[in-house]
């Protein structure tokens, strides 16, 4: 699986629009963008994914560079819930391989 | 719908005992995964057990192994406690093969002392 870059921490006022960049230029062609976040003393939570094309759910958007070596996930209006640390994850899904590859995320704070 | 379920949620031993941790998948789902989250760092896979057996493995010593029932569920043990075993056991399932996200439990906090 590919290896991803988040910057470590990240600052956003509530409210706003909160940007999640992600680097992994080294994906593979059948590699999916997989977010997920962390609130304290929580298990990881999902949130999305995608494979080249922007994506959209209750809860972010996903916008996928065309090259494919970076992302964005979007948090349209954070709040202070939004509070936890982002991982952006390059995963193979082919049958049977179930491993994620977590590495140490963005921590974002939402500011009031 | 319940989702994945984990216990006991904290657990308390000391070297060289032994420990197992137990995870219900959520409804629908056939595969588990287990996780070891350190202080500090991200979740680091320990294996994968879909149809009662280990189908993918991570870079954990063999005193790691686990077991899934016919129902699902799964259980990881863990053999002569290290103090550095300590750390957050996280249980994952999913539907094989499906492309679907995998759904975490909030784990199970383990302490050696």
């Known amino acids: 699986d590919a290896k991803t870059t988040q910057p470590p921490s990240m600052d956003c006022a509530e409210g706003r629009a909160a940007n999640l960049p992600c680097n992994h230029s080294t994906i593979s062609g059948n590699e999916y963008v997989y977010w997920y976040r962390q609130i304290h003393s929580q298990g990881p939570q999902y949130i999305i994914h995608?494979?080249?094309n922007n994506e959209t759910n209750e809860m972010a958007s996903l916008i996928i560079t065309e090259d494919r070596k970076s992302s964005t996930l979007i948090l349209p209006h954070a709040t202070l819930r939004d509070t936890a640390v982002y991982y952006c994850?390059?995963?193979?899904?082919?049958?049977?391989?179930?491993?994620?590859?977590f590495g140490t995320g963005t921590r974002l704070t939402i500011i009031p | 719908d319940a989702g994945v379920t984990q216990s006991p949620t904290h657990l308390i031993k000391t070297r060289g005992q032994q420990v197992t941790l137990r995870c219900s998948p959520k409804s629908g789902h056939d595969t588990v995964s287990w996780y070891q989250q350190a202080l500090g760092q991200g979740p680091q896979f320990i294996f994968q057990y879909y149809e009662e057996e280990e189908r993918q493995r991570g870079n954990f010593p063999d005193r790691f192994s686990g077991h899934q029932f016919p129902n699902y569920s799964s259980e990881l043990n863990v053999n002569a406690l290290l103090l550095g075993d300590s750390a957050l056991y996280l249980c994952a399932s999913s539907l094989r093969g499906h492309n679907q996200p995998q759904h975490f439990g909030d784990g199970t906090r383990l302490s050696i002392l």
């Open positions: 994850i390059v995963r193979w899904p082919n049958f049977g391989n179930e491993k994620l590859t």
């Open positions: 995608g494979l080249k």
